[in-house]
C-alpha cells in the first residue's frame, strides 16, 4: 500500500471523531512560525500549540524566500500575526551539500537545466543562517521594523529550541 | 506574556521528556506534503503523521510556488521522498481577496511598494486551483514524470480529505 492510501486510511478514522469544534477566526495566538520541512522536527508539539493556534510556513530550510515573505505578509496584514518566530535545527541537510554541484547532478540526471529554482539556499553555518533570514525579513518593506522576530535552532536529539541573538 | 515566550517555557517541558529516540536518516515513510500554512489544519495528527515520517512543506494557500520546487527537488533526490500530497481546504484566505487591491493597501499603509512578493496567488475555486498546483509540478523537467503526486481539499469542519481528480 502507498504511503498516500495508508493516510487516507488515517484520516478516515481522525475525522469520524472529529470534533465540531469552534476555531477561532484568526490564528488564536497571533503567532507565525518559518521552520525547515525536516521530517524530525513535530511542530505542533515541540511548541505546544494547539489546532487554530498559529501560521505555520515551512520550506527547506526554514529560509526567508520570496513565498515567505509572500505567506507571512498575509498572515500579518489579513490573519493579524504579530510575532514571528524562525526555527532552523540541528543536522540540517542544506548542511551537507554544495549547490553547485547538486544543479549538475541534477543536470546529468535529467539532461535538463532550469530556470527555476534560481537558488537553493545552502549554507554552512546555523546560526548566521538564522540571523541572515532576520535580516531578509527586516529589510523588507512590507514587514513593520517593530514587528517582533526571534530566531532559534531545534536540537533533533534534546527536543531544546536555542535562541539566537538576532543583529 | 508573548506567544513565542509561552512556547518557549511549553518547549522546556516538551524537551525534558523527549525520548532520545533513534529517528531515521530519511523520511521513514518517503511522503511528502505541501499544505496551505492555515492554522486550522492539524497537519500530523490528520494525516496520522509521526514524528520522523514525511517532508512537510507549508506557505499560503498550498501553492506550487519556486520555493516549494526547490523543497520538492531537495525532498526527493536527498531524501527520497517518492509521494507527494498537495493540501487546499476549504474557506482558505486566499479565496477571499484580490491580489490588486491588497498591494494596493499594502501600497497605501506603508507608503513603499517592492519587487517581491511578485504574487500573493489568490485563487477563486479551490479544485481549479490544486489542478493548477499539479499541473505546475509536471511541467517542470527536474521531477520524474512518473513520480506520484495527489491532490485532495481538507474540510475544516470535518477533518475529512477528498481526494481531487487531477488532469
Chains 1, 2 share one sequence.
Not at 67 to 84: F, K, M, N, T, W
Request: negative net charge; hydrophobic residues 40%; charged residues 25%.
Amino acid at each position: 500500500m502507498s504511503a498516500i492510501d495508508e493516510v487516507l486510511i488515517a484520516n478516515n478514522s481522525f475525522s469520524t471523531n472529529f470534533p465540531d469544534q469552534k476555531l477561532p477566526t484568526k490564528p488564536a495566538r497571533k503567532l507565525g512560525v518559518i521552520a525547515c520541512m525536516d521530517y524530525r522536527i513535530p511542530i505542533s508539539e515541540a511548541l505546544g500549540l494547539k489546532n487554530g493556534d498559529a501560521v505555520i510556513m515551512r520550506n527547506a530550510g526554514g529560509i526567508v524566500t520570496e513565498d515567505v515573505l509572500r505567506s507571512l505578509i498575509v498572515a500579518h496584514y489579513l490573519l493579524e500575526v504579530q510575532e514571528l518566530m524562525i526555527i532552523n535545527h540541528t543536522e540540517c541537510g542544506m548542511l551537507t551539500f554544495n549547490e553547485q554541484d547538486f544543479i549538475e547532478k541534477l543536470e546529468d540526471e535529467t539532461g535538463y537545466t532550469a530556470v527555476i529554482p534560481a537558488h537553493f539556499y545552502t549554507f554552512e553555518n546555523l546560526e548566521e543562517n538564522v540571523i541572515r533570514q532576520y535580516r531578509r525579513l527586516k529589510s523588507h518593506p512590507w514587514i513593520p521594523h517593530d514587528f517582533p522576530i526571534r530566531g532559534f535552532i531545534y536540537d533533533v536529539h534534546t527536543g531544546k529550541l536555542s535562541e539566537v541573538a538576532l543583529k
